[in-house]
């Protein structure tokens, strides 16, 4: 059993600011819905106090799964571990468009009526042509740059702006099941830039119904994956944090 920190015993005392946290390493955590990237970062952060830290690649609020996070020494590691291959899991509905493109938006489209013949078979051929390198145009409501401001602040504020496609590589992308009428769920595995909500905007332009993302999990980002991610809620002292962190001498 790990005995408590100096961060921890400070802590019990009634002091509000716990000692620096000076270990390094990758924490693996399975981010909840609900929270920002952002907001887990604050969590550890409050909890060990690390000189450094930071992540490697957002997932956006209402996404589950694994969120690496990049403690002191380990931040230097952020470009190699996003630029590696991300895996994906989820559901999306079909006949319906979203400002967001995803559920937490707007409905700004709806098919009321699916066409009787667009069943799991022509969905699968449909996701096919999807894989390999192609354009793919970043989603209005995202952290983009353009002129300095992020692309959401355009969105936000009505103003209208070009944005400029770029090639991403999409490994592979399976549509796995029907359930019901309209909703299926699929797997993909793509490599950095890629926005997985917009593949499946851009199905269901192909389609001729719309389509717009419902659930989302990460389940893999570079060489980690999420069965060996931590549920942040178990998080309480540093030394858990220590008990969890993977080193990175393995992983260079």
Request: aromatic share 8%; net charge positive.
């Amino acid at each position: 059993m790990l005995e408590p920190t100096r961060s921890e015993t400070t802590a019990r005392e009634g002091f509000s600011r716990p000692l620096s946290f000076h270990e390094s390493g990758v924490l693996l955590v399975d981010k909840p819905a609900g929270m920002t990237s952002m907001d887990v970062i604050r969590v550890i952060k409050r909890i060990a106090r690390p000189k450094k830290i930071g992540h490697a690649g957002t997932l956006d609020p209402f996404a589950t799964g694994l969120l690496p996070v990049l403690i002191n020494s380990a931040t230097r590691l952020s470009d190699r571990i996003m630029s590696g291959t991300k895996e994906y899991e989820g559901c999306f509905l079909l006949g319906m468009v979203f400002d967001t493109q995803d559920v937490t938006g707007q409905q700004v489209g709806e098919t009321k009526e699916l066409p009787l013949d667009l069943d799991l078979q022509k969905v699968q051929e449909a996701a096919k042509s999807f894989v390999g390198e192609i354009q793919q145009t970043p989603p209005i409501y995202s952290a983009i740059k353009k002129q300095g401001k992020p692309l959401y602040f355009y969105a936000r504020n009505n103003i209208d702006v070009e944005i400029q496609s770029r090639k991403v590589l999409i490994e592979d992308f399976q549509i796995l099941r029907k359930e019901g009428d309209r909703r299926f769920y699929f797997s993909a595995r793509v490599q950095k830039g890629t926005y997985i909500r917009t593949l499946i905007h851009d199905l269901g332009q192909a389609l001729g119904v719309g389509g717009v993302l419902e659930s989302l999990r990460r389940t893999r980002t570079s060489d980690f994956y999420l069965d060996e991610a931590v549920q942040l809620s178990t998080l309480k002292f540093a030394s858990d944090i220590k008990s969890h962190l993977k080193t990175t001498e393995k992983r260079k």
